[in-house]
């Protein structure tokens, strides 16, 4: 065994999705000596891009909510600027609206991106609810001081502390986002209105964790959306430049097969071509159901592990429709970045259809050109739909079947746009491409093409979801799965947590 080994080192990060490129990164910045191993040939996970004809689509990221400007830093902001990503590594393009709203019933609204346009907006279109809108919004600046309150302690901050002076934070963290509006609206059709990023968590609002949505909510309103010039690729690349400027590792096409363990600890990991890497200490950005099951010894794995990994709903997968179209977007008519196009006012009705091999009645259309005009060629637009399904509907379709249903789905996925934003965009295509839960199953090897991870329900929020500390000593875990949920910048702010947990068990002696 010893004639494989490579080198020591203080972590070894597996994987290069959002979650490891946080976590190393971190670590770089505090002096660790850090490897990050990617099985693929190029970083980011989910935050990729890849070419079809004469246009290279995004993968997955449609906007970031907490870049903000210079004059008012979001955390990841900041983040960045320790790295020395920013100001010179990448840019950011902002959004200049929230969101566009659609339905069939021919309501289309536009909603402002900051917290009194957004408030005035909807007492405008809602003012017999004016007292209810106000409180809400009221109630989301209370909700961001609380959080920007825990953020400040670096986790050494009371309980007791935050019910006194923030009670909003801890109070809707035990409560379903339709729980929270009860307290302030009756008009269905404006909780839908506020609900329309719910598929940014995957559950509607009887079911997801008030606090999930409605933190993502408030920092939207706050620090404005954003997206990386280059596509989310350039960022995750220039995270990746700059970990190695501070002295950081990285190994591309390098599988982990095993992690490795001596005396019930963490020893290091072992690759599927047999070279040896050790470490005390193993950071996995494999979801926690392979990293305690595959990866480990089944014998290491308490059962009490075993059971907290397996408990939690696994979330949905997406479906998505990739669209290259030989006109520009100002022609076709395409007026906002995130376009929400719902069929139905209920929500519930809508979540339903991601249980079923069914068309959709709730999808997004990110239109990239619109806030980053030369993101494909001259007169050319990218537009991609999205919706999502739970993979394990896809596991049971007979390969005869697979394209035949792929191909249905994403038919009635731009019959809808036809209906709503774009009547004539069959005309413009030029490019189509589909990705099922089968497709993100197949490049990130998550558990059933699972997107957000484990559902982000009442009783697995960011507050109560699995923590980082792995199944045994010196592991730990980050991801979706993980610590803050689901989302690009949230699986960052994961791996940081992660990071910051091993540094302080390294400092109390236990890795």
Not at 36 to 52: D, W
Request: hydrophobic share 40%; net charge neutral; with cysteine.
């Amino acid at each position: 065994m010893t004639n494989g080994i490579k080198d020591n080192y203080s972590v070894i990060v597996v994987g290069a999705g959002l979650g490891g490129i946080g976590a190393a990164c971190q670590l770089a910045l505090n002096g660790e000596k850090v490897l990050l191993l990617e099985k693929h040939n190029v970083p980011g996970g989910f935050a990729t891009s890849f070419v079809r004809g004469r246009f290279e689509f995004e993968g997955a990221l449609h906007e970031l909510s907490d870049i903000g400007t210079m004059e008012n830093k979001g955390s990841l902001r900041r983040f960045l600027e320790r790295l020395g990503v920013l100001p010179d590594n990448i840019k950011f393009k902002h959004v200049p609206e929230f969101y566009r709203s659609v339905y069939t019933d021919g309501f289309d609204v536009t909603m402002p991106i900051t917290f009194e346009d957004y408030k005035s907006k909807l007492i405008e279109l809602f003012p017999h609810e004016e007292k209810g809108i106000e409180d809400f919004m009221d109630m989301l600046k209370a909700l961001l001081a609380g959080i920007e309150f825990v953020a400040s302690q670096g986790g050494r901050f009371s309980p007791l502390e935050v019910l006194k002076k923030h009670p909003w934070l801890p109070r809707i963290s035990g409560l379903t986002l339709s729980e929270v509006y009860q307290k302030f609206f009756t008009d269905q059709k404006l909780i839908a209105l506020i609900s329309q990023l719910w598929g940014y968590i995957g559950l509607p609002p009887d079911r997801v964790n008030a606090y999930a949505y409605l933190a993502m909510l408030v920092f939207y309103l706050n620090w404005g959306a954003a997206y990386p010039v280059g596509r989310s690729h350039a960022f995750t690349s220039a995270m990746i430049d700059a970990f190695r400027r501070l002295g950081g590792e990285v190994r591309f096409n390098a599988l982990v097969d095993q992690i490795l363990v001596e005396n019930g600890k963490v020893a290091g990991v072992k690759l599927l071509n047999g070279d040896i890497y050790r470490a005390k200490a193993v950071i996995s950005n494999v979801n926690p159901i392979c990293t305690a099951m595959k990866l480990l010894p089944p014998e290491e794995v308490p059962n009490s592990y075993k059971k907290a990994v397996y408990a939690p709903e696994i979330g949905p997968s997406g479906l998505s429709v990739y669209l290259g179209l030989n006109a520009s977007y100002k022609d076709l008519g395409i007026t906002a970045h995130e376009n929400f196009i719902n069929t139905t006012w209920d929500m519930n009705e809508a979540f339903k259809c991601f249980m079923k091999l069914e068309p959709p009645k709730y999808m997004v259309a990110a239109c990239y050109n619109h806030i980053h005009d030369d993101i494909s060629p001259p007169g050319t637009t990218q537009l991609v739909l999205t919706t999502l399904q739970f993979g394990k509907l896809w596991e049971s379709v007979a390969p005869d079947q697979y394209f035949y249903l792929k191909d249905y789905l994403g038919d009635k996925m731009v019959e809808l746009i036809e209906k709503t934003i774009c009547p004539n965009i069959r005309d413009y295509i030029e490019v189509a491409e589909i990705a099922t839960p089968l497709t993100y199953y197949r490049y990130s090897k998550n558990m059933e093409g699972a997107i957000y991870g484990y559902t982000q329900d009442i009783l697995n929020g960011p507050l109560l979801r699995l923590r980082s500390r792995g199944a045994i000593p010196g592991l730990y875990q980050v991801g979706a799965w993980t610590n803050v949920g689901g989302g690009f910048s949230t699986c960052i702010l994961g791996g940081r947590i992660a990071a910051g947990m091993y540094l302080n068990d390294k400092k109390k002696g236990r890795v």
